[in-house]
């Protein structure tokens, strides 16, 4: 159970730190936004390592170096798929990325019960449905098939993105926060350096920007902890949820509308979760 309620706790994570990325992007700049939550991810994690005071295990510097690539390949893919195709499409199809850790987990001999499978079915089903979104319009549709393509990448990449977390986990799961993070914002700073954008923060924006940056890592390090005490198969799924809280706290402070076809994924998710809660 402990194992559950970490991936759920990691799921809330990422849902209200993307709430905020995405308000806060709106109101000052993308980069910003990047900038300024990407150091305070670096910083909190480089505290966490210095205050348990354990030695660098040098078996994970590959999983946490490639936990570190595919976030930064992640982020820039679909990030241009959401830009260049229809919301509606993109997000859905990049919620797939849990296909990829469940799929490892099975094969790797993880057999959750019947009752978790079917939740596991339902809850990714969830998931793809919270995650619609209305039609961005038909003057993305002709760039249609290059943002799928973008998106099924990304989707594969995220979901190898959590394979390396788990792996960096079974040597130590803050370590390989850290070193992932480290490996992410030094890519990060060479492409600002090439682009040079322009920063505007401002001091109203300052603290919701350094909470995104806290409450990244820390999903990363829930998501860590609880694959090292449950099935990979398992806790990814929960640990993917976090459209449905994105959407509800965007419902609760914004007042979004929820679409019939939202509201029908969130009650999937929920009742996916239950299921493998009580598998």
Request: glycine content about 10%; proline content about 3%.
């Amino acid at each position: 159970m402990l194992a559950i309620a970490l991936a759920l706790a990691a799921s809330l994570s990422i849902g209200t730190g993307d709430f905020l990325a995405g308000s806060q992007a709106r109101r000052t700049s993308l980069w910003t936004v990047i900038v300024f939550s990407q150091l305070a991810g670096l910083t909190w994690t480089a505290l966490v390592v210095i205050g348990r005071s354990h030695a660098l295990p040098t078996d994970i510097l590959l999983p946490a170096l490639g936990a570190g690539l595919t976030a930064v390949a992640g982020i820039a893919m679909g990030y241009q798929a959401l830009a260049i195709g229809v919301m509606s499409i993109i997000g859905p199809l990049i919620s797939l990325s849990t296909a990829v850790p469940v799929i490892v987990g099975l094969a790797r001999g993880e057999r959750p019960s019947v009752l978790q499978l079917a939740g596991i079915v339902i809850a990714l089903g969830g998931v793809v449905l919270a995650a619609r979104e209305k039609s961005a319009g038909a003057r993305h549709q002709a760039t249609s098939k290059l943002s799928i393509v973008l998106a099924l990448l990304t989707a594969v990449i995220v979901g190898f993105n959590m394979v390396f977390y788990a792996q960096a986990a079974m040597f130590d799961p803050y370590w390989g926060i850290f070193l992932a993070r480290a490996t992410s914002i030094a890519i990060f700073a060479l492409a600002f350096a090439a682009l040079r954008p322009g920063l505007k923060i401002t001091r109203a924006a300052i603290v919701p920007i350094l909470a995104i940056g806290v409450l990244d890592t820390g999903a990363n390090g829930l998501f860590s902890v609880a694959s090292t005490l449950g099935y990979l198969s398992v806790v990814s799924v929960l640990s993917s949820v976090f459209p449905v809280f994105t959407v509800i706290l965007a419902y609760l402070f914004l007042q979004e509308r929820l679409s019939r076809t939202q509201r029908v994924g969130v009650a999937a998710a929920l009742a996916g979760v239950a299921l493998i809660a009580a598998g």
